[in-house]
């Protein structure tokens, strides 16, 4: 279960670093909050990657630099404290996410099929066609 957050800093009594985030996580928030902690990285990773899948030439490659950008940060903090550098990660994570689900759902919204309307009224035998403009021509 751990010891509580930032437990082990309060132990040294000073601000030494464990040299990795996840035996931080580990001695601090237990088995449990490690699972967790990955977890959120993974899904995040996974989310990207669905995206990709539907994106638009515009936004593949976006979505294709936050995967390798994750994973390489998910390696890197196996062997560094980078807390202070998490925050922008998971801004750009965030922008990144939003832009991967709404592909998504970009997608699921052109593949279902959808009514066309009739060029033909119920009531008419020929095409209904537009109203002139209400403005005279000078």
């Not at 670093?17 to 931080?24: A, G, W």
């Not at 515009?58 to 390489?72: D, E, K, R, W």
């Not at 940060?73 to 832009?99: H, K, N, Q």
Request: hydrophobic share 45%; charged share 15%.
């Amino acid at each position: 279960t751990g010891f509580g957050w930032e437990a082990y800093y309060q132990t040294m009594l000073h601000r030494f670093s464990t040299h990795s985030v996840y035996l931080d996580r580990l001695y601090n928030l237990g088995t449990i909050g490690l699972t967790l902690f990955v977890f959120s990285f993974v899904s995040a990773i996974l989310t990207a990657r669905r995206g990709m899948m539907s994106a638009s030439e515009q936004t593949a490659p976006f979505l294709m630099a936050t995967v390798i950008g994750m994973t390489s940060f998910m390696i890197a903090i196996a062997f560094a404290d980078l807390e202070v550098a998490a925050v922008f990660v998971w801004a750009y994570t965030g922008i990144a996410l939003r832009i991967a689900v709404m592909s998504s759902a970009d997608a699921n919204r052109r593949s279902e099929p959808h009514e066309v309307e009739s060029p033909w009224s119920r009531d008419q035998t020929k095409p209904t066609t537009l109203p002139m403009s209400a403005t005279p021509r000078r």
